[in-house]
Every structure is written in C-alpha cells, then in structure tokens.
C-alpha cells in the first residue's frame, strides 16, 4: 500500500472507533476500551504511512466531484507527512492514555467521548493532507466543532461551558478570516484547487491582504497573543489526554496553515512579512512564560506555557520569512528547520507534560500545585517522566527542547549578518529575548516539578496518593523516551527537516549535520553533538560515585533524622518553599508585563461576553415572539379548521347544495 492507501485507511480506522463508540455508549466500559484501542491502531497505521511517504515519491489522490468547487484531493507532500506523523505519535499516546484515565469519568458518555476523540484525530489528519480549500474548510470546521465538545464534555462545570464558548467565538472568528483570504485566491485562481493558489498571479495590496487574513485567522487558533485569550481556559477544562492533544497537535494545525499559505502559496517575498511574524513570536514567548511563571494551577500553567512555545516556533517561521524575502538561502532553512524541529519536540514534551498533569489529578484530584507535595515518592513513574518533560521543555540537554532551541539560535546569529539594517538589528534582540524566555522557562518547570513531587505534602490526598495505573505510565514513558530519542537523534533527524523546509520554500536542501554532529549550514560557525553531551553528563554523574566508592565513602555516618534542617527550629510543613512563594519575586519584577494581561484579555473577553449575552436575549426573545404571534396565528387556524369541518357532514345531498350555491353565486358575479 502507498503512503495515501495507508492515511485513508487510518483515518477510515479512526471513523470506525468513533462509530463503534457511539453504538456502544450504553455500555461504558467496552466503549472506554474500543475507543483507546481504534484510535491506537489507526495511530501505528498513520505512522506507516508517514514512514511510506519518505521512502517513496510525493503521493496525491483525486476523487472527481460533481459540487462546482473541485474535486476532493489529499497530498502526502513533504510538509502535510511530517505533519501526519506529530498527530499519529502523540494521537498513539494519549489513545493508549486514555483507557484506564477514563475510568473516572465512568458516569458519563463515555461512548460519546470516544466518538469526538477519534473524530478530532481523524479531522486534523484530513486537514494537513487535503488540498482544496473547500474541503479544508469543512475539516477544519469540523475539528473544532469536534474540539468544542470535547472542551465542554465536563457540563456540570460552569468553567467548561464558559471555555468553550469562548474557544468558539474566537475559533470562527478566525475561520472568518480564513475564509476571506481563500476568497481572494479563489477570486483571482478561479479554483479552490491549493495547486491553482500557487499560480494565482494577486497583486502586491491583495498579496499582503492575504497574507494578514491568514497570519491572524490561522494565529488565533494557535494561541498567539493577543488571540491567546481562549487558549488558557479551554486546554484546563477537557480531560488531560484531549488537553495534551490540543495543545501539542491541534494548535500546530494552524502553524501548519501559516506555512502553507504564507510561505508556500504566496511565497514570502515581502520582508516586512516575515518580521510581522517574528514580532508576534517574540511577544507571545515572553508573555506566555510570564503568565505561565505565576500559576498555581499545573494545566493552565501548561497551557500559558504552550503560548510560550507558539512564540518560539513564529520565531523560527519568521527568521524562515525573512530569509525568504532578502534571499539568504542559509537563514530560510535554518528558520524553518527551528520551526519544525520545534514542532515535533512540543509535541513530544507538552503531550508528556499534559499526561503528566493529568496522572497527578488523577490521584490527588486537584490541580492546585499548593495542594500537592512529595508526590516523588509516591508517584515515582509518573515524577521520573514529568522531570523529563520539565527538562526537555527548559531546553536542558541532551533532550530535544535543547536542539530545536540551539537551532533557533543559530538561524538568528546567521540573520543577524545580514547586510539589511533592520534584520541586522531585530535578530540580536530575538536572541537576547529567546535566551531570556529560555530562563524563564527553566524557573517556571522547576517551580511546577518541586511543587508537585518534591518537599513535603501539602495535603492528605497528596499524602495517600498512589502510582497511577500502567497504560497511563506506559504512554508517559513512550514519551518520555520519545523526548530522549529526538534529542540525541538530532544529527539524523535535521537532514529531513530540512528537505521538508526545502520542499515547502522553493530552496535547494543544504547540509545540516554529519555524524554524530549537527551544524548550522557552516562548521565553522558552531557545532553540536547531542550523544557527546549524553557521555558527558554521564561520566559527571558516575566520576563522583566511583570517587566514593574507591575511598570508601560508604563508611560515614548517615542521616538518622527525617526531617529537614531548619537551622535549629522545630521543621513544619510550612516552612518550606511552595509555588506561590517561589515565583512572588518574578510577579513584583515583571508586574508591568502583568498589567498587559488585563489590556489583552479583558477587550476579547467583553467580546466573547457581549456576544454570549447576545445570543441569550435573543433566546430570551424568542418565546415572546412565540407567545405574541406564532401561538395567536396558530390558534385561529385552529378555530377555522374546527368550525370549517363543520361543514363536512357527510351527506351527499349537503354536498350537491354546496355545488349549487357556488354555481349560483359564480353565475350571479358573471351575468350581475
């Protein structure tokens, strides 16, 4: 089977799981099961299928329609595998997740929950693969559509229904614009073909019109700030493993939109463009690991950590842009490649994260990093795969955080030669604002990992909790180990990143790695070597060991005591550093960046208020209307029916009057 044959059956497999979920709800265990195990094994064949599609040549298929708007086509190009293959690994996971986690919701529709789960799937590999904007629209609607009710599958919380109201205002609010934007290239094309786009001949105004309705349409549904606003509210409410789906798969749907249209139909050829873009990325990392640095709840914190990281790829799609607009083929590819590679690795480590969040409320049942405590040794699986989400999103080598992150900052240096004033001036900032996000972030996952696992626990369930149960341990360490793999795999990875930038750009691939060694085009310039740093670090950690052990240093005393040392104090549980103390420091230093949030928040909320309280006025209005005319109307039809039947008696000799009447009366208005 070809790499198409292979995505269709995948995306059949998903359909058939969210079927069979649906049929079974009655029975909530046997729905809890088919659903994680469709969408497991539709997941491995959608791997195959990306597997497929880079050993063999591009594959398109084309159903002729009757509709005047296309036929319906998917392409497994270079940039739709790659994105194929980010939903098949984390879909896998939070599938396999997502059978004993469900248990806690095993008063609910759990058939229905498995039928918007495999549907989501499904929609998002539609979306990356389809090519007319048409169908892509119907996909992309249908996604959120899926998404939405996923958010709100906990109705009984007022929190949920409000988050996803929210989340649909501003999600049509961007298919809006979307929409917009494919009507210029439609307008110009004649065809909603993606093919005919890219020879769509627009001028330059309706170009950059174009590429801001799409820049803004698609950013909002990824959660750049200021369209960030829904993004926090919404990834807290679903269940854990529909959280860690959409913060690291569905938001990348809408990068997978930038570059698409942005870059590839409309080529980037305009600098300032590409610096709109690395603006927007700039401000959403610093923002979202402020924002993220200050809560006390482990989801929403992940949540502002994923704005964060959504800064983090528009700056490399920037630097991409840039590149692109000024013709420095070595920046393009090592934007682009920062991009994806970054892609790929926040899939990996804010699944794991959000996994992570969701096996801890699983047993503590709270979200509040206060309430937790010690779960270390209780939760040993669990804290061993979350500190490896903590130092793969911190960007700590060797994990892959790091290498995406290296690359990021090697496209910046290499931008930063530029012979143009203004890239020789944005790029240094960039990098000095990345390295500062970077801090940010390294303090933000210390707070959340000592505040859950480490010090004392802060409350009794955190005291009694156990180790959750093993599939969901499972997942987390395929993750986890996923987060290893693609660290120190950089060197054999980076080469086909970089044919994807280059399929997706229009440039020639350049060498990016040798060996064991990743380079950023030029040797000269910098070198890494993820499996290098590995034997390093280990040789830290086992030279002090073999030190003790030649000395016989496990001859000296141990500690007998238990608890901390509190210079001379009896030791109390309060004594110790909790989340909301560790970062007070960081909220007074940055309380102006604070302030920001209630000039970007509070306009979209009283939007998303004003249109709520709309909608209900008019729902308030519609039984008046009802009351005043449909009901009136409806009871004098009523009244002339009844008195009407009257006249139907039933006699034959009744019925031959009636005739002659009306003969007489036509006779009389003819002959008057």
């Known amino acids: 089977m070809d790499s198409i044959q292979l995505l269709l059956l995948s995306v059949s497999l998903f359909g058939a799981g969210a079927l069979a979920s ?13 659903s994680g195990v469709a969408g497991i094994i539709a997941a491995t064949v959608g791997v195959a299928a990306v597997i497929r ?73 539609l979306v990356v693969t389809v090519s007319n904007a048409f169908y892509f629209l119907i996909f992309w609607e249908t996604m959120t559509l899926a998404s939405y009710f996923l958010v709100i599958f906990e109705g009984e919380k007022k929190e949920s229904i409000q988050a996803g ?55 909002a549904k990824a959660g750049m700030v200021p ?61 979202g690991v402020l924002y993220a640095l200050t809560e006390r709840d482990i989801k929403r914190m992940l949540a502002y950590s ?91 080598p060797p994990l892959n955080g790091f290498v ?42 210390i707070k959340a990992y000592g505040g859950a696992f480490t010090g004392p626990a802060r409350s009794e369930r955190a005291s009694q909790s156990n180790e959750s149960p093993g599939l969901m341990v499972a997942s987390m360490v395929f993750l986890a180990l996923g987060c290893l793999a693609f660290g120190l795999g950089a060197p054999y990875i980076a080469p086909s990143l970089v044919g994807v930038a280059a399929s997706f750009s229009g440039i020639s691939p350049l060498p990016v790695a040798a060996g064991v060694w990743i380079f950023p085009v030029e ?14 670090l280990l040789g830290m950690l086992v030279v002090p060991v073999a030190v003790v052990a030649i000395y016989d240093g496990r001859k000296a005393g141990r500690r007998i005591v238990d608890a901390p040392w509190s210079c001379g104090y009896g030791y109390s549980p309060e004594m ?11 909220k007074i230093t940055f309380r102006v960046f604070y302030s920001l949030r209630l000039l970007i928040d509070k306009p979209l909320a009283d939007i998303a208020r004003w249109s709520r309280q709309t909608k209900e006025k008019i729902s308030a209005a519609e039984p008046v209307l009802e009351r005043v005319i449909v009901q009136p109307v409806t009871r004098l039809i009523d009244y002339l029916g009844s008195n009407a039947q009257r006249l139907q008696m039933g006699d034959i000799r009744m019925y031959c009057l009636y005739i002659i009447l009306t003969l007489a009366i036509l006779l009389i208005v003819i002959f008057r």
């Open 227 to 287: 369209l960030h606003i829904w993004l926090p509210r919404a990834h807290p409410a679903a269940p854990s493993h529909i959280s860690a789906l959409m913060s690291g798969v569905m938001i990348k749907t809408a990068i997978y939109g930038i570059l698409r249209v942005c870059v590839d139909f409309l080529g980037a050829s305009i600098l300032w463009w590409g610096v709109v873009v690395l603006f927007f990325g700039v401000i959403s990392a610093v923002l």
């Open 523 to 536: 040797i000269s310039q910098a070198l890494l070597s993820p499996p290098l740093i590995l034997i390093i």
């Open 404 to 445: 995406s992150e290296w690359i990021l900052f090697q496209s910046l240096i290499s931008a930063g030669e530029s012979q143009i004033f203004s890239v020789r001036a944005i790029a240094p900032l960039s990098a000095m604002v990345l390295a500062m996000t970077g801090a940010l972030a390294a303090m933000c996952f």
């Open 53 to 125: 599609a880079f050993v063999s040549p591009t594959r398109v298929l084309v159903i002729q329609s009757p509709l005047p708007f296309g036929a319906f086509s998917l392409t497994m190009d270079g940039l739709a595998a790659f994105m194929v293959g980010v939903i098949c690994i984390l879909g896998f996971a939070a599938s396999l997740y997502s059978i004993p986690y469900l248990e806690k919701y095993e008063n609910r529709s759990l058939g229905v929950m498995g039928f918007f789960t495999n549907i989501f799937i499904a929609m998002m590999l």
């Open 165 to 219: 109201y929210l989340y649909m205002v501003v999600a049509h609010t961007g298919t809006a614009l979307i929409m917009l934007s494919f009507l210029l290239f439609f307008l110009n094309a004649g065809s909603f073909e993606f093919s005919s786009f890219r020879s769509a001949q627009l001028s330059p105004t309706f170009k950059s019109v174009a590429f801001l309705l799409a820049f803004l349409g698609f950013g």
């Open 576 to 586: 110790s550093v909790s989340a909301s103390s560790f970062d007070q420091p960081v």
């Open 22 to 34: 649906l049929l079974l709800n009655g029975f909530v265990r046997v729905a809890r099961y088919v």
């Open 306 to 396: 994923s704005v964060e990281n959504i800064g983090i790829i528009l700056i490399g799609v920037g630097v991409g842009m840039i590149g692109l607009a000024i013709n420095a083929p070595v920046v393009t590819l090592l934007g682009f490649l920062a991009a994806l590679y970054h892609i790929l690795n926040h899939t990996l480590f804010k699944g794991l994260l959000f996994l992570g969040a969701g096996s801890v409320d699983f047993q503590v049942h709270t979200r509040n990093l206060n309430e937790m405590g010690g779960l270390a040794r209780r939760m040993p699986w669990t804290a061993l795969t979350f500190l490896a989400g903590a130092l793969a999103v911190s960007s700590i």
